[in-house]
């Protein structure tokens, strides 16, 4: 893909930062967008991030996986969301999950960025998982992770706020829920830690998740499962409606 140089400026970007700033402009072809779908398989790309060079499927190996997108580095809301994430590392892994996150700028900056997030959000601790370097915007691109007035400019700009995207991926790399948000929203990194426990716990046991479920809440059977398959599986359960069961959540 060809591309130009072009300098930018923004408001939600810094205005003087260790690395200096560029920003590629590519002639994406807007009708060979490619589309993420809940099922879809994860599209495997090689990139440079602070870990060194990775194949994104092998990273991901058998475990599930995060990724997260921002479009600049030394942004303010995207600064506080990595050091969200990488707080709650701990609880990822404790899931067999990896972070890795992606902005559309060089290592050389996310390198200096992480000392701010360090600083600023993790009270010194080491920031401990990969950045992807998608000065490119291939990546973003690969992903779908553009708004429908980044879509209608692609031939002529490229996408700068729009980059802000959250993918669970499981160990076969489908992707099982995506969430896309605005630049100026800060995302949950809590309700991403539920989603993940909502679906694991969905894959290993068959039941599925009410609204505003959290770990030990009740539980509901699919009304694919009878009462008698029910009853032996899951034990003692609560008939709301013929589709709609609850049960207790699996301790195991």
């Known amino acids: 893909m060809s591309f130009t140089r072009l300098l930018i400026s923004s408001p939600l970007v810094r205005a003087s930062t260790p690395?200096?700033?560029s920003v590629r402009q590519y002639s994406f072809e807007a009708a060979n967008q490619p589309r993420i779908r809940i099922g879809s398989k994860a599209p495997n790309f090689k990139a440079?991030?602070?870990h060194g060079d990775i194949d994104f499927h092998e990273y991901i190996g058998k475990s599930w996986a995060i990724l997260f997108s921002h479009p600049a580095d030394f942004t303010p809301v995207?600064?506080?969301?990595?050091?969200?994430f990488a707080a709650l590392k701990p609880e990822f892994d404790a899931r067999n999950t990896k972070l890795i996150g992606l902005s559309a700028e060089p290592v050389e900056s996310h390198q200096a960025w992480i000392k701010d997030i360090e600083e600023v959000a993790l009270n010194g601790k080491t920031f401990e998982f990969p950045i992807i370097a998608d000065v490119k915007r291939e990546?973003?691109?690969?992903?779908?992770?553009?708004?429908?007035q980044g879509f209608k400019d692609l031939a002529t700009k490229s996408p700068i706020y729009t980059i802000r995207s959250v993918f669970i991926i499981d160990p076969a790399k489908n992707v099982r829920l995506f969430f896309t948000y605005p630049a100026s929203t800060g995302r949950n990194t809590a309700e991403v830690l539920r989603v993940l426990e909502a679906l694991q716990l969905t894959d290993k046991t068959g039941l599925v998740t009410p609204a505003d479920w959290s770990q030990?809440?009740?539980v509901i059977i699919p009304p694919s499962v009878s009462n008698e398959t029910a009853k032996e599986k899951f034990g003692d359960f609560k008939e709301l409606k013929p589709y709609l069961r609850f049960t207790a959540?699996?301790?195991n």
């Open 249 to 251: 959540q699996p301790k």
């Open 78 to 84: 995207c600064t506080t969301e990595l050091g969200a």
């Open 48 to 50: 440079a991030t602070t």
């Open 216 to 218: 030990g809440k009740d």
């Open 19 to 21: 690395i200096a700033r």
């Open 139 to 148: 990546v973003a691109y690969l992903y779908d992770m553009v708004d429908e």
